[in-house]
């Protein structure tokens, strides 16, 4: 089974921060990552698709990148409306989901 | 408008039967695959296992293989998640979503509460 291992685990930000998340696998997964966001009481929301897709409807402030791998989720510019776990998953073996980043009020 | 609609919160005792529902609408059932996916309180997403509904072709992650069984019914565009057998630590809620590919998961159902306890 392919490992994903997100960090940090969770972080303190500022409305306006970078926000930089990390999700490295345990064997080289191509191109087959994406990431979501969930926050609490509700179902995930599909964000990235394929390392660095952006899904429609979301906004262009989130973006990712990688290969091999390690890959990144970056928000450049965090909004209120982002504070939220975020998770990345794997689908190159059987699908996986890392262990999630939870963003916080700093 | 695509929509995946899950049946309603259970309550059930160990050793207990139970079947709970996914119903698309909006697309073509039979286009897209439907993976199942168990949060367990205060955790994490875990992938249990996917089916597509053309022709019933499932499959599980190691985890969850021969703990549970993923159906559908194309006449009705319904998945299903099934226990012959309910334990305690099956407590979670579980989500079910459409993948174009068996890959990422676009669009997800709004989670049904499953509660074990005698």
């Known amino acids: 089974d392919i490992q994903l291992i997100q960090s940090p685990s969770s972080v303190s930000a500022s409305v306006g921060d970078r926000v930089t998340i990390t999700c490295r696998a345990s064997q080289v997964i191509s191109s087959w990552l994406a990431w979501y966001q969930q926050k609490p009481g509700k179902a995930p929301k599909l964000l990235i698709f394929?390392?660095?897709s952006l899904q429609s409807g979301v906004p262009s402030r989130f973006s990712g990148s990688g290969s091999g791998t390690d890959f990144t989720l970056t928000i450049s510019s965090l909004q209120p409306e982002d504070f939220a776990t975020y998770y990345c998953?794997?689908?190159?073996?059987?699908?996986?989901f890392g262990g999630g980043t939870k963003i916080e009020i700093k | 408008e695509v929509q995946l609609v899950q049946s309603g919160a259970e309550v059930k005792k160990p050793g207990e039967s139970l079947k709970i529902s996914c119903k698309g609408s909006g697309f073509s059932f039979t286009g897209y695959w439907i993976a199942w996916v168990r949060q367990m309180p205060g955790k994490g997403l875990e992938w249990m296992g996917i089916i597509d509904p053309r022709d019933s072709d499932s499959r599980y992650s190691p985890s969850f293989q021969g703990q549970v069984t993923i159906s559908a019914d194309k006449s009705i565009s319904t998945a299903y998640l099934q226990w012959n057998s309910l334990k305690a630590s099956d407590t979670a809620m579980y989500f079910c979503a459409r993948s174009y590919d068996s890959s990422a998961l676009d669009y997800w159902g709004q989670g049904t509460l499953v509660t074990v306890s005698s």
């Open positions: 394929a390392v660095s």
């Open positions: 998953q794997q689908a190159n073996n059987f699908p996986s």
